[in-house]
């Protein structure tokens, strides 16, 4: 059965996770910890103490997805044991707040056809409607990662050109995540595999890691927690349309492997449309952007490959063709192993909803 082992880190030092191309002296970290720093540094304990054998390669390749690290909100008891974690989500495309922040949001992914047309103005003061980005937790409210500038002096030299900067010493500055940060990563897999993993790594509570060697992912997380959970299974009821929303980036290809920014076609399943004529005319109703993403492998002193992924946070809505729920099997598989490349590093893990579950419009 498909589980899940949640992580909670702590940053114990200024975190810097860049994926995307750097500009000048200056690096900005990602604000979340991506699935490919959580699964390098739990391969490199293992690697450190045993060659790479078979069962490494399965566990790590095929068996077990580390998911992206999203902010969480941990709360604590009095005598600071921690009561609760919560992981964030991405803010979804779809949703639009007041420019003039008198607090109100909607969904635009939530508004049925027959609404007529989406809102552009606040309903409540009559400002415009914005688009906004981040992170949220289960009642909508911002959960944002505290960032702090750093600058030092180092030598660059060859074999080490990840900032693409050719001069021998340079000032270079960090814009880091900053310490006492907490950040919740799922591990999924088969039960057994992620013990397995867990243990080969040596892998236990009050651990601290160091998340790559390079200068675009340094720093150190501290295990605060590490949780079982089931997979929760799809629910609602999703005949009257539903809306799947990247919870990271995703990097999907067709049948050629040529980037497509088209989900996976599913028998039973089409594109809502921004029109009812009878024939289903339109544009697909979805709010979704692309990014390129790069890396930098530590083991090999190599840059990863480039690629254009889906950003996170783009949603797609989706209405049944068929009677029969046939589809909703597929859809579990989306859910449980992700869709597209690089799944094993956290790309490509979705949300799935019934249209009715993602109403989303008041205060925030
Ligand atoms: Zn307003």
């Known amino acids: 059965m498909i589980?899940?082992?949640?992580?909670t880190f702590e940053t114990t030092d200024p975190v810097v996770m860049a994926s995307g191309p750097s500009s000048g002296n200056t690096v900005h970290t990602d604000d979340f910890v991506p699935g490919t720093a959580i699964r390098g540094a739990l391969a490199g304990r293992i690697l450190r103490r045993q060659p790479p054998n078979d069962e490494f390669t399965r566990l790590f390749e095929i068996a077990v997805r580390c998911e992206d690290g999203h902010p969480s909100v941990v709360s604590r008891g009095d005598d600071g044991t921690?009561?609760?974690?919560?992981?964030?989500?991405?803010?979804?495309?779809?949703?639009?707040?007041c420019k003039?922040?008198?607090?109100?949001a909607v969904d635009l992914a939530a508004i049925h056809l027959w609404d007529e047309v989406f809102p552009n103005a606040c309903s409540k003061c009559g400002a415009p409607l914005k688009a906004t980005t981040g992170w949220e937790d289960h009642e909508g409210r911002p959960v944002r990662t505290q960032t702090e500038l750093l600058g030092k002096t180092e030598l660059v030299g060859p074999g080490s050109r990840e900032y693409g900067t050719a001069r021998d010493e340079s000032l270079r500055f960090d814009v880091a995540i900053s310490c006492g940060q907490t950040?919740?990563?799922?591990?999924?897999?088969?039960?057994?595999?992620?013990?397995?993993?867990?243990?080969?790594?040596?892998?236990?509570?009050?651990d601290s890691i160091r998340v790559g060697r390079s200068k675009s992912t340094q720093g150190g997380l501290k295990v605060i927690a590490i949780e079982s959970h089931p997979i929760d299974p799809l629910g609602g009821d999703m005949s009257g349309g539903l809306v799947v929303t990247l919870m990271s980036r995703a990097i999907i290809v067709d049948p050629f492997l040529r980037p497509t920014t088209e989900l996976p076609n599913i028998t039973g399943l089409s594109d809502r449309k921004e029109s009812d004529d009878i024939d289903g005319a339109g544009d697909p109703i979805r709010w979704m952007a692309t990014e390129m993403v790069t890396g930098w492998?530590?083991?090999?002193?190599?840059?990863?490959?480039?690629?254009?992924?889906l950003s996170r946070g783009s949603v797609f809505t989706f209405e049944a063709t068929d009677d029969d729920d046939g589809y909703l099997e597929e859809l579990s598989g989306w859910f449980e192993r992700g869709i597209g490349l690089r799944r094993s590093e956290g790309f490509g893990s979705v949300r799935v909803q019934a249209l009715p579950d993602i109403l989303f419009e008041g205060e925030r």
């Open 183 to 206: 950040f919740t990563a799922p591990l999924i897999g088969e039960g057994g595999d992620l013990d397995r993993l867990l243990e080969m790594a040596n892998f236990n509570m009050g």
């Open 297 to 309: 492998n530590a083991g090999q002193a190599l840059p990863k490959p480039t690629d254009r992924a």
């Open 82 to 97: 921690i009561t609760g974690i919560e992981r964030s989500t991405p803010i979804p495309s779809s949703r639009r707040i």
């Open 3 to 7: 589980e899940q082992r949640v992580i």
């Open 100 to 104: 003039y922040e008198c607090g109100t």
